[in-house]
């Protein structure tokens, strides 16, 4: 008897072990690529909630419909403290009476700033974090609360949900094509969770590129996400984290500057000459590799 029982411990510590192994061997092919992918998920769980709320930016252009929608979901949701709406369009204003809306009714403002009034509207926000966002998507609560999580934890960076990057060794160059989760050198503001402090730095390094935008952009300030991302590196040294978090999606009724000619050709000239104008340089690391300050406790 005492035999078998050391025979069944024996073998059950030998199974234990090999399953060790194959886990260990299974770690290492994946090598830093899977460390690049679970960083973002990673960041979401190391709270079990945030206490921070936010303000939400969204602008009104040729979508009423949608906006109103998102701002009947969105003031039902604790997380979010108000929710700015800025006018852009004279033929698509509206009036909404709802807890938590501010309207901002500055048509103006799009001969001025087009694109980028969205970095003037995060100067108004009542929160230190904003939630700038496209009207044709919304984010769940349970998506929201991933991101406020990953901001806690990452408080210097940009938090996306849909990013841009490009391959190691070649000089910047806009890529149309899904990133993977983790840090991306560009977020777009379809749905980003970022700070005021962020903002303000946009606007200080904005003068650099104004010429070139406004006689090369179309619409004005084209590009806005790009420069929002290189100048939030540039201010804090982070890349911003893209997430995965719930969100849906609202038609597009095919309006929006992305099915415009030449739009990517725009894009990737306005990186070049952004990166190039700020001065940045980013280290000269393969994007699957993260250097220990990214890496998560």
Same mark, same amino acid.
């Given at each position: 008897?005492?035999s078998?029982?050391t025979v069944?411990?024996?073998?059950?510590?030998?199974?234990?072990?090999?399953v060790?192994?194959?886990?260990?061997?299974?770690h290492?092919?994946?090598?830093?690529?899977?460390?690049?992918?679970?960083?973002?998920?990673?960041?979401?769980?190391?709270?079990?909630r945030?206490?921070?709320?936010?303000?939400?930016?969204?602008?009104?252009?040729?979508?009423?419909?949608?906006?109103?929608?998102?701002a009947?979901?969105?003031?039902?949701?604790?997380?979010?403290?108000?929710?700015?709406?800025?006018?852009c369009?004279?033929?698509?204003?509206?009036?909404?009476?709802?807890?938590?809306?501010?309207?901002?009714d500055?048509?103006?403002?799009?001969?001025?700033?087009?694109?980028?009034?969205?970095?003037?509207?995060?100067l108004?926000?009542?929160?230190?974090?904003?939630?700038?966002?496209?009207?044709?998507?919304?984010?769940? *609560?349970?998506?929201?609360?991933?991101?406020?999580?990953?901001?806690?934890? !990452? #408080?210097?960076?940009? &938090?996306? %949900?849909?990013?841009?990057?490009?391959?190691?060794?070649?000089?910047?160059?806009?890529?149309?094509?899904?990133?993977?989760?983790?840090?991306?050198?560009?977020?777009?503001?379809?749905?980003l969770?970022?700070?005021?402090?962020?903002?303000?730095?946009?606007?200080?390094?904005?003068p650099?590129?104004?010429?070139?935008?406004?006689?090369?952009?179309?619409?004005?300030?084209?590009?806005?996400?790009?420069?929002?991302?290189?100048?939030?590196?540039k201010?804090?040294?982070?890349?911003?984290?893209?997430?995965?978090?719930?969100?849906?999606?609202?038609?597009?009724?095919?309006?929006?500057?992305?099915?415009?000619?030449?739009?990517?050709?725009?894009?990737?000239?306005?990186? *070049?000459?952004?990166?190039?104008?700020?001065?940045?340089?980013?280290?000269? !690391? #393969?994007?699957?590799? &993260?250097? %220990?300050?990214?890496?998560?406790?």
């Amino acid at each position: 008897m005492t035999s078998l029982r050391t025979v069944i411990v024996f073998a059950t510590i030998t199974c234990f072990n090999a399953v060790l192994s194959l886990k260990q061997i299974k770690h290492e092919h994946e090598g830093p690529r899977a460390v690049y992918r679970s960083l973002a998920s990673e960041a979401a769980r190391s709270a079990h909630r945030s206490d921070h709320q936010v303000t939400v930016v969204i602008m009104n252009w040729q979508r009423p419909d949608n906006v109103i929608h998102i701002a009947r979901i969105y003031v039902t949701y604790e997380s979010i403290a108000e929710i700015i709406i800025w006018m852009c369009h004279p033929d698509t204003k509206f009036k909404l009476s709802l807890p938590k809306v501010r309207i901002i009714d500055d048509v103006s403002a799009n001969d001025k700033y087009g694109l980028s009034i969205r970095f003037k509207a995060c100067l108004l926000a009542k929160t230190p974090w904003v939630f700038i966002q496209d009207d044709d998507h919304y984010i769940k *609560k349970q998506g929201l609360s991933r991101m406020l999580m990953a901001k806690q934890k !990452y #408080p210097q960076r940009i &938090i996306g %949900v849909f990013g841009r990057d490009w391959p190691h060794g070649p000089s910047p160059q806009y890529i149309r094509k899904p990133v993977q989760y983790g840090p991306s050198r560009i977020a777009l503001t379809v749905m980003l969770l970022s700070d005021v402090e962020t903002c303000k730095a946009f606007w200080k390094y904005a003068p650099l590129v104004e010429p070139y935008v406004r006689e090369h952009s179309s619409p004005l300030w084209n590009g806005e996400d790009i420069f929002f991302s290189l100048v939030s590196y540039k201010a804090f040294g982070q890349v911003p984290l893209i997430v995965k978090a719930r969100k849906a999606f609202l038609s597009q009724e095919k309006k929006g500057i992305h099915f415009g000619g030449g739009h990517d050709n725009y894009r990737d000239d306005f990186l *070049k000459y952004a990166v190039e104008i700020l001065g940045i340089q980013y280290p000269d !690391y #393969p994007l699957g590799k &993260i250097p %220990v300050q990214m890496e998560t406790s």
